[in-house]
């Protein structure tokens, strides 16, 4: 029996067995793995959910939610979705191009001018297809989480494309985001979150992208003394399942956990576009690094830069799927 047929028959009999139990009584339990602090925006949506599915489904379903990486890394938790070790994950959808190459979109540099455009695509009908374009291999999408526009966190000032000319950065699991590094002629490393501040501590990177709730919350501020306030990309994520638990789940218990997974999300959203101000502000006067705004003149040299980038991916992602995002900034 090849590896791909065990893997899923061991997913088959986690599933079976939970939802057994639970017509025995005993509480469905949803395993939650993320990476990040339980003070950023999906921290407070995955607690959220937690609370609500407690309120309304009471000791019909109980949700664990482990933060920081306590159980897996976004590189892993993929895999140990789809082998029944947790039902819930929230990866970057920078982790997704391993199973389809359509979700790179949402790595191109300066593709959507500010979050009202991230918010139209994704609600409308090419984001909404996006959620299924992994069931092929067994995973669903049930919907979309912010973190925010992405800043250029370094250890020396960057204000033209050429600053960052042979300079490490640390980048997520993405093809795209190498290629807009080495479109800068810097050097992209593909290290894992739980790394960043040790790195660029340690000097063994030179700098990386983030959001301001990302980098507050996990000290990179102290640790790297310039951010260019750039906008260049967009950090979120998006909340998978495996479609064998998905659709398993008993017909009662399905749509109020729909909506919990709505409403929470919702809250973790409105959180995130209250600490992108918030956290900002907070980096800005701990005094610990400085922030350098751009002019439009030198913020246009960065677009120019990267914008080779689009052109490069856009047979793996599609043209159709480029351009619904371009018309969601109008």
Excluded at 190 to 213: C, M, Y
């Amino acid at each position: 029996m090849s590896v791909k047929k065990v893997l899923h028959a061991m997913a088959v009999m986690v599933l079976v067995l939970g939802l057994a139990g639970a017509a025995f009584g005993a509480p469905i339990v949803i395993k939650f793995s993320h990476v990040v602090a339980e003070d950023t925006p999906k921290g407070q949506m995955a607690n959220k959910f937690r609370d609500l599915v407690k309120e309304r489904l009471g000791g019909k379903v109980v949700v664990e939610v482990y933060p920081n990486s306590q159980l897996f890394d976004d590189d892993k938790v993929m895999s140990a979705m789809l082998l029944g070790d947790v039902q819930l994950g929230a990866p970057a959808l920078s982790k997704f191009e391993k199973y389809t190459k359509k979700l790179q979109i949402f790595d191109l540099p300066f593709l959507f001018k500010d979050m009202t455009a991230v918010d139209a695509f994704q609600s409308g009908p090419k984001g909404q297809e996006l959620l299924n374009s992994m069931k092929g291999v067994g995973i669903l999408g049930l919907g979309y989480i912010h973190n925010g526009l992405k800043q250029l966190g370094s250890s020396k000032p960057l204000r033209v494309p050429a600053d960052a000319k042979g300079l490490k950065f640390r980048i997520m699991t993405s093809d795209v985001l190498a290629a807009q590094f080495e479109a800068l002629q810097a050097v992209p490393l593909k290290k894992p979150f739980s790394e960043v501040f040790t790195l660029l501590q340690t000097r063994a990177i030179d700098g990386q992208e983030n959001t301001w709730s990302n980098m507050y919350t996990q000290k990179m501020h102290e640790v790297q003394p310039y951010i260019t306030e750039s906008n260049h990309g967009l950090l979120d994520y998006m909340l998978v399942t495996t479609v064998e638990f998905w659709e398993g789940l008993p017909k009662d218990i399905k749509p109020e956990l729909e909506k919990c997974l709505k409403d929470a999300t919702a809250y973790g959203n409105k959180v995130s576009a209250d600490k992108e101000v918030g956290d900002r502000k907070l980096i800005k006067d701990s005094g610990r690094t400085q922030i350098i705004e751009l002019t439009p003149a030198e913020r246009q040299q960065w677009v120019e830069a990267m914008k080779p980038v689009w052109k490069k991916f856009e047979g793996e992602i599609g043209k159709d799927m480029i351009d619904a995002a371009v018309a969601a900034n109008k």
